[in-house]
């Protein structure tokens, strides 16, 4: 059980370890199997208790686990409200360095690093400034099943590159990573069960859900019976009239939104009307169909579709290849400030 696929389990250093706190196991002694007391991460990894021979109290003298062929004695530790883990230590100096185990499904093995549950991607991104220090990790509990470790005060922590973040759950599948220099954040993502860092979609999507304060906010249909001279009733036959992009910016929120603000509805929302062609554009911005922005050669132009407002900086118009996307055309003169305007936007965002 030492090697996995011809490949050895543990690193020299970690063979070193096991070698040195080691212990023979003792004629005068029976070293019975029992089930682990976190079968919930320890799956059927079995603990062995050190009985005496003939001793009918079954009283245990220590308890071990097996690791590379090896008896090593293994520590219980209790973490309040969050069951038990399990660390190996030296028997002749148990006050000294403890070393954290799991159970691989085969066989007892020291922790990994990086939490499985971190994303390769993520954990590129993590830099020194994001770890918590001062982590006494025999005072963590067992990983739970986001691989989250909880200590007394109901924190929570990722273990990567043998330290630690902080996560805190802020919002539905939505966690903050905490660090001591608050800005700028992090907001992570648990997708496959495994933690990555949000994207651009995924933020957009919460905003358009929540809004940027957090609080869960009315649906399209709840905010439009609420305006005036329309009900229930009118409300929901008014948005069944559209197809609406499930996320995005031009969604039937925005929709009920603008009426909400202005009266009537937007310009841009004719183009989801039902039975209405996709490639219909408008008579307004038929003139700019096919765009010559003045970009280089080896770039094609673009299909402007209704135009559905402007800004300080330039205009926007629905892709009239596809409603999905906006097109901005900005009236800088020179593409380098336009990229420029661009770059600063998209941060500010």
Request: glycine share 6%.
């Amino acid at each position: 059980m030492s090697v996995h696929n011809r490949h050895s389990v543990f690193t020299r250093e970690q063979e070193n370890i096991i070698n040195t706190i080691r212990v023979e196991q003792d004629r005068n002694f029976n070293y019975i199997p029992y089930v682990n007391n976190n079968s919930q991460y320890y799956g059927s990894g079995k603990i062995y208790r050190a009985e005496k021979v003939g001793d009918d109290s079954h009283y245990s003298w220590g308890r071990y686990i097996e690791m590379n062929g090896e008896i090593v004695p293994v520590k219980e530790v209790v973490s309040p409200g969050r069951g038990v883990h399990y660390e190996v230590y030296n028997s002749n100096y148990p006050d000294k360095e403890h070393h954290l185990v799991s159970w691989d499904g085969r066989r007892w093995v020291f922790e990994r690093p990086t939490s499985v549950h971190v994303s390769s991607s993520l954990e590129t991104q993590i830099t020194s400034d994001m770890f918590t220090h001062n982590i006494d990790v025999t005072h963590l509990s067992s990983p739970d099943k986001n691989g989250l470790r909880w200590d007394e005060n109901n924190n929570s922590y990722l273990n990567v590159k043998n330290q630690f973040i902080r996560v805190k759950k802020v919002g539905n599948n939505r966690f903050l990573l905490i660090k001591t220099v608050h800005d700028p954040k992090m907001v992570l993502r648990l997708k496959n069960n495994q933690f990555y860092k949000e994207n651009l979609t995924e933020r957009l999507d919460n905003i358009l859900k929540v809004g940027l304060s957090g609080k869960e906010r009315k649906t399209a249909l709840n905010l439009l019976k609420d305006v005036d001279g329309y009900t229930e009733s009118s409300a929901r036959e008014l948005l069944s009239e559209y197809n609406f992009n499930k996320s995005g910016v031009l969604s039937d929120y925005s929709f009920a939104l603008e009426i909400k603000s202005t009266g009537k509805p937007t310009l841009w929302s004719k183009i989801f009307k039902k039975n209405k062609p996709l490639n219909n554009i408008s008579s307004q911005s038929q003139p700019a169909g096919r765009a010559k922005l003045n970009l280089p050669n080896n770039k094609a132009g673009f299909n402007l579709g209704d135009k559905i407002g402007e800004g300080v900086f330039g205009e926007i118009f629905v892709d009239a290849d596809d409603n999905r996307y906006l097109i901005k055309l900005y009236k800088s003169p020179s593409h380098l400030v336009a990229e420029k305007i661009a770059k600063h936007e998209t941060e500010m965002f």
